[in-house]
């Protein structure tokens, strides 16, 4: 017989101000909640100084749980691109405490993550909270919304199977197309 591994997976939904965060193991189909929650930096603080509390943050979870993957959303472009670029700041001192850890990094937009969590790409934040719950098994909603986010993210990633063409490499590079789809996930 042989034994079903465990994977250990940090989803995270990046943000200067708040950045969420959960944490699941994923044993065969069965998923199960490690932890969640978020890192908020206050807003009349100095950048550096909110990046770097994101960054220590992150870190400090990666030391405790020892993901084995982790998940982040893709940056969505607003017509705000001043929140655009100081959120894809927060998403890059996330990123680069991943590799500090040597994990592998796997990007989804709004979109995949909604599929792969509700089975429907433009479903709505309080579907996506709904479905979260009924994965995990949670007795109550997931609060806050953006720890919620990156409890989903982590479900996308253990719903969708770690790909090759899933590696964040930050949109632009064409290094993401003809990766091998095979996934050791399952």
């Known amino acids: 017989m042989s034994e079903v591994r465990s994977s250990v997976i940090i989803g995270v939904d990046p943000g200067y101000a708040i950045t969420g965060y959960g944490i699941i193991e994923k044993t065969g189909n069965r998923l199960k909640v490690i932890d969640y929650g978020v890192i908020e930096t206050k807003p009349k603080t100095d950048f550096e100084i909110r990046l770097l509390t994101i960054n220590e943050n992150i870190r400090s979870l990666l030391e405790i749980y020892k993901p084995d993957y982790m998940a982040i959303e893709e940056l969505f472009l607003s017509k705000n691109t001043t929140t655009a670029i100081g959120t894809a700041q927060a998403r890059g001192v996330v990123i ?3 590799a500090r850890a040597n994990i592998p990094v796997y990007e989804f937009t709004p979109g995949q ?3 792969a969590v509700t089975g429907y790409g433009k479903a709505e934040k ?13 007795k109550e909603l997931p609060k806050p919304d953006d720890a919620a986010d990156g409890l989903a993210v982590a479900v996308c990633l253990a719903n969708t199977g770690i790909m ?3 590696k964040a490499v930050a949109g632009y590079q064409y290094g993401r197309y003809g990766y091998s789809n095979k996934s050791p996930l399952g």
Request: proline letters at 0%; zero cysteines; glycine letters at 4%.
């Open 113 to 115: 993550i909604k599929l």
């Open 126 to 138: 309080r579907q996506v909270q709904l479905m979260v719950q009924r994965l995990l098994a949670l």
């Open 96 to 98: 680069v405490e991943a």
């Open 164 to 166: 090759a063409s899933g």
